[in-house]
């Protein structure tokens, strides 16, 4: 079976289109918060909301790089994730790329493009959820989706940062999971991507484990899920911001990206409201929860001295 781990050709994009002008509103930034994963929580969106407008930079902004809706299968929850995403600065993940599609591929599925290492239950499961999620939009919403781009392009202090929602080569793209980057040859592919992109820094989220990764070109960020726990026994969603001064506040990773101080922050979020907010519409039993509940009661069998890597 393909669906849910082919990667459909329109998804595909070279690091040349990541080198740019920072688009509109990023340019220029003392502080660039990017988010990714936020999974329909509206919680953790408004949480990351109210972060930024508390950050004391000047130049300030919210990116959120796709994959914001996904277990808010309830029209309103819907319509309130969306309308809030939408005030932000946008890219449109898998999940928002595959809703907005008319022609449903049925070789993409959830769109997610999964490896040989992910179960094939976990793959099916999450064309089932794609499915559900997408019988509760509009055609305006999903017209709104469409409209989205694949990547971005800022500037923060000196520093050049492209943003993306896989990798520097496809939207679905596992490159800089984790798991990639623990492998000789694809760090090289990482940083070949890097240097194409002409980027210092590039922030990635698709594969919703938390990377600092340093490369003889640059960084690479991968800024985890803001909607659900990233490490085990931490409940709290994750955000990066790239600053040129750092900011206080919960600070699970840390790193000097150049002249650039990168934090991935844990957003103040009620943990026990999330998971009941979670199961009245994912209950026992329900795809969502045979594939997520357990990352969202006690997080993956991650740890922070494992996301932070040097060269």
Not at 95 to 104: C, G, P, Q
Not at 162 to 169: F, L, N, P, R, W
């Amino acid at each position: 079976m393909t669906a849910g781990r082919t990667c459909p050709l329109h998804y595909r994009y070279s690091p040349e289109a990541l080198a740019r002008a920072p688009d509109q509103g990023l340019e220029a930034l003392d502080a660039l918060y990017v988010a990714g994963g936020v999974y329909g929580n509206l919680g953790a969106l408004q949480a990351l909301v109210a972060l930024l407008a508390a950050d004391p930079s000047p130049r300030k902004a919210l990116v959120l790089n796709g994959d914001f809706h996904w277990f808010d299968v309830d029209p309103e929850r819907f319509a309130a994730v969306q309308a809030l995403a939408l005030q932000q600065h946008v890219l449109r993940g898998n999940v928002e790329t595959e809703l907005a599609d008319e022609s449903a591929d049925p070789d993409a599925g959830c769109g997610c493009a999964y490896p040989d290492w992910v179960d094939q239950s976990v793959v099916e499961r999450s064309n089932r959820i794609l499915a559900r999620l997408r019988g509760v939009t509009t055609p305006a919403q999903r017209a709104e989706l469409a409209a989205l781009p694949m990547h971005l392009r800022a500037q923060v202090g000196d520093c050049r940062i492209a943003i993306v929602h896989g990798d520097t080569e496809s939207l679905a793209g596992w490159g800089l999971a984790s798991e990639h980057l623990a492998d000789p040859v694809m760090k090289v592919r990482a940083d070949e991507g890097l240097r194409r992109a002409q980027a210092d820094v590039v922030v990635s989220s698709h594969t919703c484990l938390p990377v600092f990764q340093r490369l003889p070109a640059g960084w690479i960020l991968n800024n985890g899920a803001a909607g659900m726990p990233n490490f085990e026994g931490d409940s709290g969603g994750l955000v990066v911001r790239l600053g040129v001064t750092p900011r206080e506040g919960s600070v699970a990773l840390e790193a000097l990206c150049g002249s650039l101080h990168a934090q991935a922050l844990r957003l103040p979020v009620d943990a026990d409201a999330q998971r009941q907010s979670f199961l009245t519409l994912w209950p026992v039993g329900s795809d969502a929860h045979q594939s997520y509940f357990n990352r969202i009661a006690h997080g993956p069998k991650y740890h922070p001295h494992a996301a932070l890597r040097e060269i």
